[in-house]
């Protein structure tokens, strides 16, 4: 039982460039999320999907886009990087009853990117 | 909008001493707060959570504690060790949003 797989590990891109951050969950769970963490910001919300089929956006979307390719899967992409961005990103998963968001989020162990 | 803060950056107690770490939030439609635990290279860990029909919960050495009115969470850990070395954050699951976090160091 794997929980949240995410991938890559490690990420250095060059300002403009794009990329796809991977994560899968092997949980069953219905909503999964992005966040990012930087010093002193603690854990931001990007994107989150709260069942197969939608996504919304969080506290800190731009520049950023989602898709939920299926249940295990929730993909997070950077059009084009920014310094900005440089940060670690985890994704997370819970099941949501549909009344309450009271299960505790399962995270992965995060991307760390570089943008130079 | 920080919704939910942790306005203390980090903590250093001594072993077995207790550990006390805060959380504040503004918005008083929040019903279910949750503690998180953070190692270094590793996703957050879930440690435990309290509705806001209780005012206490404890699981071991962890208890939570709320005060609505204050709008005010507290983690206790008692006795604390040094593998209780981590960030700790607290959340408020309708928000799904984090505080800063709290690095606690607990000194042998």
Known sequence: NAGVTQTPKFQVLKTGQSMTLQCAQDMNHNSMYWYRQDPGMGLRLIYYSASEGTTDKGEVPNGYNVSRLNKREFSLRLESAAPSQTSVYFCASTLWTGSSYNSPLHFGNGTRLTVT | ?108
């Open chain 2, 1 to 108: 909008d920080q919704q939910v803060k942790q306005n203390s950056p980090s903590l250093s107690v001594q072993e077995g001493r207790i550990s006390i770490l805060n959380c504040d939030y503004t918005n008083s439609m929040f019903d279910y707060f949750l503690w998180y635990k953070k190692y270094p290279a590793e996703g957050p860990t879930f440690l435990i959570s309290i509705s806001s029909i209780k005012d206490k919960n404890e699981d071991g050495r962890f208890t939570v504690f709320l005060n609505k009115s204050a709008k005010h969470l507290s983690l206790h850990i008692v006795p604390s060790q040094p593998g209780d070395s981590a960030v700790y954050f607290c959340a408020a699951s309708a928000s799904m949003r984090f505080g800063a976090g709290t690095r606690l160091t607990v000194k042998p």
